[in-house]
């Protein structure tokens, strides 16, 4: 499956709320950048064990691109947690005042 196709995929399960994640152009312009020097060569000889064919750069691009996806998801979801609890926590009620206390002010 090529990365217009999982982009496309992935795409169609993401709601409007993730606006914080970038979207496949955005890990292609990481990836692109990050794909200078040796950052290829070291992708392939980090994968190279798990693989049962000789990797490429087109195949290291690829891991790479899919990684930076894959936590990019991890980070949305911690996000979209982190909103719902701070919605499902009550907020503090008002401070009461005795009597007294409210005479006073």
């Known amino acids: 499956m090529d990365r217009?196709?999982?982009?496309?995929?992935?795409?169609?399960k993401r709601n409007a709320t993730s606006a914080s994640v970038?979207?496949?152009?955005f890990i292609d312009q990481i990836?692109?950048?990050?794909?200078?020097?040796?950052?290829?060569?070291?992708?392939?000889?980090v994968w190279q064990?798990?693989?049962?064919?000789?990797l490429t750069r087109e195949d290291a691009r690829e891991i790479t691109h899919n990684v930076v996806g894959f936590f990019s998801?991890?980070?949305?979801?911690?996000?979209?947690?982190?909103?719902?609890?701070?919605?499902?926590?009550?907020?503090p009620p008002p401070p009461q005042f005795s009597d007294a206390e409210a005479n006073e002010k």
Request: aromatic residues 6%; hydrophobic residues 35%.
């Open 22 to 25: 970038k979207g496949p152009e």
């Open 31 to 45: 990836v692109d950048c990050a794909a200078g020097g040796d950052f290829l060569d070291q992708t392939i000889a």
């Open 49 to 54: 064990p798990y693989a049962d064919h000789p």
């Open 73 to 91: 998801i991890l980070r949305e979801w911690a996000e979209e947690e982190r909103r719902a609890a701070a919605l499902a926590e009550p907020s």
């Open 4 to 12: 217009k196709h999982q982009a496309d995929r992935g795409s169609k």
